[in-house]
């Protein structure tokens, strides 16, 4: 099945309001791939289903989209008085004819009375596009877990428009609205996803960090999470971080081992180290009650040893303000591993700093950013700039000597 505006006419305006892909709101997702169908059903005037026929070009401009095209009418997935009782409606556009017979969906807005046609889904005949999305209407107004499960039983759907709008209503979701649908869900479907070869990669951060959730049988769920994070063929890199994120909630301690192993290992690929990174990053931000500071911050110095990523994990503990950590940050600016790249060094002055004007007592920071100064002042300029936007701190004075 393939996604596509109807009009190039159409396509060309859409270039024009590029926005960005907020960023993933879910744990353990990937970003999500555009807006959901129902952010986009609720700004379409009404939505049709069915089958195009009759193409009549403009004699007067052939060759443009200028013309009509009529709509036979299966399906009214969102109404409008336009199209009340209809059971064809004239497209105002010529849309060339396929060569096999196909289903639409049409998004339809009116504007000044004008109706146009802005986008297009072309669909197998039996789709289960338009049961989708009305279903998807029926819970809008419902509570974000009542909303989050109805998509839950679409992730797997052959359809890759419905099962790539299902994740993005995942990807979307906060993690508070994840945690509270998780345990209700069946955790024998979840492994199976896992298990089966043909699920996306892309998914298996989710049903990982699902699955960590379940309220009953976790030490051998635990096991099973195990059982996949030790498969040799690797397949689960690409969600790794919420694999690992579900086996440590399944299981703290042995997951917590698994976890600082990773880490610590310098042969791990990039990839799978970033994944460690954001596996503490969400037992910081989300999970404080699983994770103490302490374990959080001595993977975080493991991670500080790989020069390849450093400045992450550095900046991280910058945003943080886990100034305890000053003099593991500062250890590293002499390390020819990782003051050979401008990020690190950019990252440990950034550190230091912040440290120094959250604490002018902080000897080991205010030194650096001293050395640093005499030999690059208007590099510290630049950062200090950078600083008081990215952090909202300002300089603060030295305490005056007490006598």
Request: proline share 8%.
């Amino acid at each position: 099945m393939l996604l596509r505006c109807l009009l190039p006419v159409v396509l060309a305006a859409a270039a024009c309001l590029d926005f960005a892909a907020p960023a993933a709101a879910c744990p353990g997702c990937g970003p999500p791939s555009g807006q959901t169908l129902t952010t986009e059903v609720s700004q379409a005037d009404f939505i049709l289903y069915g089958t195009l026929d009759n193409a009549k070009p403009d004699p007067k401009e052939p060759g443009s989209s200028k013309g009509s095209t009529d709509m036979v009418i299966d399906a009214v997935v969102k109404g409008h008085a336009l199209v009340k009782d209809k059971k064809v409606f004239t497209i105002p556009r010529y849309v060339p004819p396929d060569q096999k017979p196909s289903k639409y969906m049409v998004f339809f807005n009116v504007v000044n009375g004008d109706v146009d046609p802005y986008r297009g889904v072309i669909v197998g005949t039996d789709s289960k596009l338009p049961e989708y999305v009305k279903g998807a209407l029926a819970v809008k107004g419902k509570d974000a877990v009542s909303r989050l499960r109805y998509f839950f039983d679409y992730l797997e759907s052959p359809e890759i428009e419905i099962s790539s709008d299902a994740y993005n209503e995942f990807a979307v979701a906060e993690y508070k609205e994840v945690a509270e649908l998780a345990p209700k869900l069946p955790t024998d479907t979840l492994l199976k996803w896992l298990r089966d070869p043909s699920t996306r990669a892309s998914r298996f951060g989710l049903y990982g960090l699902l699955l960590g959730h379940a309220p009953k049988d976790r030490p051998a769920l635990a096991g099973e999470v195990r059982k996949l994070l030790d498969a040799p063929d690797g397949k689960f890199s690409s969600g790794l971080d919420g694999l690992l994120m579900g086996y440590l909630l399944l299981d703290p301690k042995a997951g917590y081992e698994y976890l600082m192993k990773l880490v610590a290992d310098p042969s791990k690929e990039f990839l799978v180290k970033h994944s460690g990174l954001k596996t503490l990053r969400f037992f910081w931000e989300y999970r404080p009650d699983v994770l103490t500071r302490k374990q959080i911050l001595d993977g975080m110095t493991a991670l500080v040893t790989h020069a390849d990523l450093a400045d992450m994990p550095i900046d991280d503990l910058r945003k943080w303000k886990a100034w305890e950590m000053t003099g593991e940050v500062l250890k590293y600016a002499d390390k020819e591993t990782h003051n050979t790249l401008p990020i690190n060094n950019r990252a440990i002055l950034k550190f230091a700093l912040a440290a120094s004007w959250a604490d002018p007592k902080n000897a080991a920071a205010t030194a650096h950013v001293e050395k640093v100064r005499k030999d690059n002042p208007e590099r510290v300029k630049l950062m200090e700039e950078l600083l008081k936007d990215d952090m909202k701190l300002t300089p603060q004075p030295p305490e005056p000597p007490k006598k």
